[in-house]
């Protein structure tokens, strides 16, 4: 049986993964290959996960833990995606705070698991938001050092670096970007690209068709600062029902609830890493984000439909502890219902701030 060719598109959180897994996927599956997708998170009720499946992608989803840790759950979710039909290739999102994915998840891959998958190269996007204030060492960086330790070693194991989100950036700030990661990680391919757009993203699909590396050892990893890095920001999933009398526009409610619950913790110094809102009905669906403190959020997925019901679901990584989070998404939710007329009641809520990494396994070379 041919192998299943496996990828891993990794990168920090708010730096496009979804978007870009989304876009090679579709690129595949137009030259007439089966693609499976594989989303992952600390938490469960993924945004990226409903934005993938709303795309028509056959997704599979890993909670609870990074792929590192649940390296025999991610095992298990790719074998479940071979049932009815064993995908050609299958990409995977890791946790956008996980680092060290080459020694806990691709190489115990190949030594345990080398008949089954062609394991390919470890791509990571770069965002600029945060790379450019990280790289230049920037004073008002916005995370903690423990927190730039991770984002800065994802980008040191990485086969290849993609700098995403090139349609905002202008082009001496594209090429100052490049000469930062070109000085920092020297010899590693780097390029830019706009996932959204996809200018530029056969650099991309020619960087995930490539080889990896050869390494004689595993990239130097402490764990402690790994452990503290991830534990400063506060995660919270929440799901919220929306219904109205009357219709209401689906994609401004999930863009004023970004715009609201962003504005607040930038009010309260907190910075924020990526924080997503999907609404969606039986047939639409609408996304807003924001990836940071210091830009203004945005609609990504536009559903332009008008609706009296809809569910919704907040995912929020910021630099806050979870009982903040907690508080300022259900104030702004309180205050937009008011607002717009609309009854929304906050359900199942998950906020908490992730362990320790303790990897199923590591290999030394």
């Given at each position: 049986m041919k192998p299943i060719r496996f990828l891993m598109v990794g990168g920090f959180l708010g730096a496009g993964k979804t978007t870009s897994i989304g876009r090679l996927a579709a690129h595949y599956v137009a030259q007439g290959l089966n693609v499976a997708l594989v989303t992952n998170?600390?938490?469960y009720d993924l945004v990226d996960t409903h934005t993938l499946r709303a795309q028509g992608f056959q997704v599979g989803e890993v909670?609870?833990?990074?792929?590192?840790?649940?390296f025999d759950d991610l095992i298990e979710t790719v074998g479940?995606?071979?049932?009815?039909?064993t995908p050609d290739i299958v990409i995977a999102e890791p946790v956008g705070s996980c680092t060290d994915l080459v020694a806990t998840v691709i190489q115990p891959m190949r030594e345990l698991f080398g008949d089954r998958f062609e394991l390919g190269p470890l791509v990571v996007l770069l965002k600029p938001v945060h790379g450019k204030k990280i790289l230049a060492e920037q004073k008002g960086k916005g995370f903690s050092p423990k927190a730039e330790y991770i984002f800065l070693k994802q980008l040191e194991e990485a086969d290849a670096i993609a700098i995403n989100k090139i349609?905002?950036?202008s082009l001496e700030d594209q090429q100052s970007l490049l000469?930062?990661?070109?000085?920092?990680f020297p010899g590693v391919p780097v390029f830019g690209v706009s996932a959204r757009d996809g200018v530029g993203f056969e650099k991309l699909i020619a960087a995930a068709a490539a080889e990896p590396k050869k390494r004689n050892q595993m990239m130097e990893m402490d764990y402690q600062t790994y452990a503290e890095g991830e534990a400063e920001l506060g995660w919270l999933n929440c799901q919220i029902e929306a219904?109205?009398?009357?219709?209401?526009?689906?994609d401004g409610l999930v863009?004023?609830?970004v715009t609201g619950i962003g504005g607040e913790l930038t009010d309260t110094d907190c910075e924020v890493a990526h924080l997503k809102v999907l609404g969606q009905t039986m047939n639409d669906a609408a996304v807003a984000n924001l990836v940071g403190s210091a830009v203004e959020s945005e609609l990504s997925l536009a559903s332009e439909i008008k609706t009296k019901a809809a569910d919704v679901l907040v995912n929020a990584r910021v630099a806050a502890s979870p009982e903040e989070l907690e508080q300022i998404v259900t104030s702004i939710t309180t205050d937009l219902a008011d607002?717009?007329?609309i009854d929304l009641t906050v359900g199942n809520m998950q906020s908490f701030r992730p362990g320790k990494p303790e990897p199923t396994h590591r290999s030394g070379a």
């Open positions: 998170d600390q938490a909670p609870g833990a990074c792929f590192c840790c649940k479940s995606l071979s049932d009815q039909k349609d905002r950036m000469e930062l990661v070109e000085k920092r219904k109205s009398e009357a219709k209401f526009d689906l863009l004023k609830l607002e717009l007329k």
